[in-house]
């Protein structure tokens, strides 16, 4: 269930005089903006940042039966997108369940660093409010596929009746474009997307991209996001190797490896539970791809591999969280102490594979 952001519902007990409640009320700061006198329920309005803390002072007074927070209802969502249920991935991590804690806020934002975005795309047209080019190529639009394939599963249109869902429903998209037609950018490049996205309002940065080099200037384009509350999420690499793979490798990175169906490591993705820090899906993973020939063979929608497709997912339920909490080490922290247990942690990943329900249930409790 979503709930209102500053909003608390308070009962007092019968005996208790109006006088008294309002006083309580008060002393707590809250502005009474409802009442249902009939059950001697008030609705308060309170300072976001003290929700769980006046809850708590709330429920210690004598006089007050119950507080609780102000939930939304909705009807649970059910995908009507016609290849959700090929969407292995999606229902591996629990995301329907997840969709009733949170389907996320339309003012966050999740910066795509990659080929670019097909921005026009039917699942994607409503998503991208920018686009910007720090590449080679003559255009921020995808001419590769693979910037599109990574923003469809972290954000596609779900319940459009068309194509396929995405982890984060209502956030939306920024195509910050630093690798050419071809696939490759430089170390400035990303740096300067990384800086962009932030100085832009991202609140995640997804990046599924890297190499095995250092880079002074990436690092610092990374802790310059960091210090700004942006959660950043990298590929962790498709070498089968233990070896440290860049930007994934930066502490304040989230590194993602790619599992299989049943949880296993995918054979070709990158390991090491000193810098890897959790798993997603990463094995045939349907997604959207450019509406125009590309690099990745089909058009429209297709299936790819890869820790590059692990990333968003990942990416996308950092943005549902960090709609309900906005400091990125709490949304971090809930990533990775909520996930699966699986074959691996400890050795080939930090944590294991992500639960989306769990991690929102949790940082919700917060």
Do not use: C
């Amino acid at each position: 269930m979503s709930f209102l952001p500053n909003q608390i519902v308070v009962r007092f007990f019968p005996s208790v005089p109006s006088s008294r409640a309002l006083q309580i009320i008060q002393l707590v700061g809250g502005t009474v903006i409802d009442q249902i006198p009939q059950i001697y329920v008030y609705v308060i309005q309170v300072d976001p940042s003290r929700m769980n803390t006046t809850l708590r002072i709330l429920s210690n007074f004598p006089e007050v039966d119950y507080a609780e927070f102000n939930g939304l209802m909705n009807t649970q969502l059910t995908p009507n997108d016609p290849l959700f249920s090929q969407q292995w991935g999606l229902l591996k991590i629990n995301s329907t369940r997840a969709w009733n804690v949170t389907r996320g806020s339309s003012l966050l934002k999740i910066a795509i660093l990659d080929t670019g975005v097909n921005a026009g795309h039917p699942d994607l047209i409503d998503k991208v409010v920018l686009n910007v080019n720090f590449s080679t190529s003559s255009t921020s639009q995808d001419i590769n596929g693979h910037g599109t394939h990574v923003a469809g599963i972290a954000a596609a249109t779900t319940r459009n009746e068309i194509g396929v869902a995405g982890l984060a429903i209502n956030p939306k998209i920024l195509n910050i474009k630093v690798l050419d037609d071809s696939g490759s950018g430089s170390f400035s490049d990303v740096a300067k997307g990384i800086v962009n996205a932030t100085d832009n309002g991202a609140k995640v940065i997804n990046m599924s991209l890297g190499g095995p080099s250092f880079s002074s200037s990436v690092q610092s384009a990374v802790q310059y996001a960091s210090s700004n509350g942006v959660i950043q999420v990298a590929a962790a690499g498709n070498d089968n190797a233990d070896d440290l793979f860049y930007p994934a490798a930066y502490p304040e990175v989230i590194s993602v490896a790619a599992v299989k169906r049943d949880d296993t490591k995918a054979s070709f993705s990158n390991f090491g539970a000193a810098w890897v820090d959790v798993a997603a899906p990463g094995i045939d993973i349907l997604s959207t791809l450019p509406t125009s020939t590309n690099m990745m063979g089909a058009t429209n929608y297709g299936y790819l591999s890869g820790t590059s497709q692990a990333a968003p997912f990942v990416s996308g339920l950092a943005a549902l969280m960090a709609s309900l909490e906005p400091n990125a080490n709490k949304v971090r922290n809930a990533i990775e102490t909520t996930t699966v247990p699986i074959t691996g942690v400890g050795t080939l990943y930090q944590n294991g594979r992500i639960n989306t329900y769990a991690a929102l249930l949790k940082i919700k409790d917060q």
